[in-house]
């Protein structure tokens, strides 16, 4: 007996949508060179598409809210694009943290501030997909406490309540939409800059 979860679905339609929304808008000049970085970027938005809409249900945990595990996966990505660049040609990497067209005597203190950039990316990738996903859970969460407080009070408030919890939900939707987007953005940016 064969079982078919993707056959005829709307999950398959959403999911077959959001690549094919992701690809069109998203394709860069690396990407169009070579299909598998695609792929790679591709599973990794809706990896983190997945992980932030997931961690808006109520009583469950986010994970990409977690500073250890958004610090981990974008350590990981920028180790693979700082260890193949070096492994291609280390020549092409030490030159790209000098600016074209610096004055020599800039160069080497241009060269440590670059450097200084390069380090810290991981950490400022890391940083804006656990800030803003932990502002939106903590902000949901309260609003909800506050809604069952109010249920008892005032039907009003609380159908005021409950519609505007219910808008925010969907603004922290489009929320988790735009944060997967720009972490594979950016991720496909600095595999650009060492290409």
């Given at each position: ?28 000049n690396?990407?169009?060179?070579m299909k ?37 996966i ?74 069952v ?47």
């Amino acid at each position: 007996m064969k079982i078919y979860f993707f056959r005829n679905t709307r999950l398959k339609r959403v999911i077959s949508f959001l690549l094919k929304w992701h690809y069109e808008n998203i394709k860069s000049n690396i990407i169009n060179s070579m299909k598998g970085r695609y792929l790679i970027f591709s599973g990794l938005f809706l990896v983190i598409l997945g992980s932030n809409i997931w961690g808006l249900f109520p009583y469950i945990f986010g994970i990409t809210t977690q500073m250890v595990l958004t610090f981990t996966i974008s350590l990981v990505i920028w180790l693979g694009i700082v260890i193949s660049s070096i492994e291609f040609s280390i020549v092409g990497f030490l030159s790209h943290l000098t600016p074209q067209g610096s004055p020599k005597y800039l160069a080497p203190i241009l060269k440590l501030i670059e450097l200084v950039r390069n380090i810290i990316r991981p950490l400022t990738l890391a940083l804006r997909l656990s800030i803003k996903m932990t502002t939106g859970h903590v902000l949901i969460s309260l609003m909800r406490t506050r809604g069952v407080l109010c249920f008892f009070s005032s039907y009003l408030l609380c159908g005021l309540l409950i519609s505007l919890i219910m808008g925010y939900l969907l603004f922290e939707v489009g929320i988790c939409f735009i944060q997967g987007f720009v972490f594979r953005l950016l991720s496909a940016q600095y595999l650009g800059e060492h290409t």
